[in-house]
């Protein structure tokens, strides 16, 4: 086992780890007893790239109940420059679940560790293969999720409960940490731990220039994101949304945000407009998202097809007009208003073309 003294975790059986015990710290554990807040923060710690959270939840009666949870500090200011409320782990603390109910009650109930790829948008299929007889299990919290951008996600079963760890990163791995809880019905094991680089790009906190394009230099200036170069893709690191922004989409009935379900996609160097901008090294101003000109962008960027920009439904979904594109040697800056703008002098407000005027997308690009 891996988590420190004095707790004990069911393991998977009948499949073997795919590590040997010497190969990571396993530590005793006491029969019945759950995480400690130190417990909680080593796993998350160790749910690399992006861990972000973990909550313990514990049998009450016929019920598991949130007990405690733990957030690194990046992460709650990280949510705070968003403009949301709260915390995945504080939301969650509303929901309840009955062993066999959802996953955290299915988990609890097979006493067998699950790992979820994306809790945005969890596969039918992957939870049926991964714990027999999951027909019609569902994860009641895939609203939070969007909201918070989670992404990957294990949970791991206890007598007494069960331990949900989480991260902002979709994971294609297994973290190595986990090596005693991995099976067969799981994603391939990590063969080492992420390096220093990838945990630094996954997504933490966003730049705080973010949240001042958007909230002081911006006409109805509505998202940012940060999009950065990993291994010759550019994909999504962070992101930022006003307050009055989430609580209009929620208003709405929507269940995500532009920036949460960008956070899917990736681009080759010079794909779509982000990859295109990022290959130029030059910025882009498109005055309106969901009507594009072919032939402006064509001017910008020399090189323009009707398949570049592959958020368009995005846009019209959640009311998208103009957008910004700042480039720098490690990946692109995005920043977009729920306006339309005939240029970029009217994109900005009074202090954001002052901002302009003394070269500071220049600064952005350095």
Known sequence: LFLGSRLELVRPAPTPPSATPRELPRPSLSVGRMASSAKLQEMVENFLPGGCYGI????????LVHKSHYNPQWRI?????????????TDSTKYTFKPGQGFVGKVFEA??????????CPDPEEVKDAILLWYGASFHRVGLAQ????RSAIFLPTQSGVLEVGSTSMMDEVPRYFAPYHSQEMPPLAKEAPSEQAVAAS????PTVLARLVDELTVAGCYAIEWVLRDNSITYRSHYNPAWRIEGAKKQGLNGLYTTESMKYGF????????????????????DLQVMDPEAIKDAMQSWDDSEFQRSALAEKYGI????????????????SSTKSASL??????????????GGLDALSS
């Open 56 to 63: 313990e939840w514990a049998l009450e009666g016929d019920v």
């Open 77 to 89: 200011e990280g949510v705070k420059r968003q403009g949301l409320n709260g915390l995945y782990t």
């Open 111 to 120: 006493q067998k560790p699950f790992f979820v790829r994306d809790l945005q």
């Open 147 to 150: 909201e918070y951008g989670i």
């Open 203 to 206: 997504g933490a906190e966003p």
């Open 268 to 287: 080759e160097v010079g794909q779509g407009l982000v990859g295109k901008v990022f290959q130029a090294q030059k910025r882009l101003f498109v005055p």
């Open 321 to 336: 007009r103009a957008a910004l594109f700042v480039p720098s040697p490690k990946g692109v800056i995005e920043v977009g």
């Open 345 to 358: 002098e009217e994109f900005f407000n009074e202090r954001g073309r002052e901002f302009l005027a003394k």
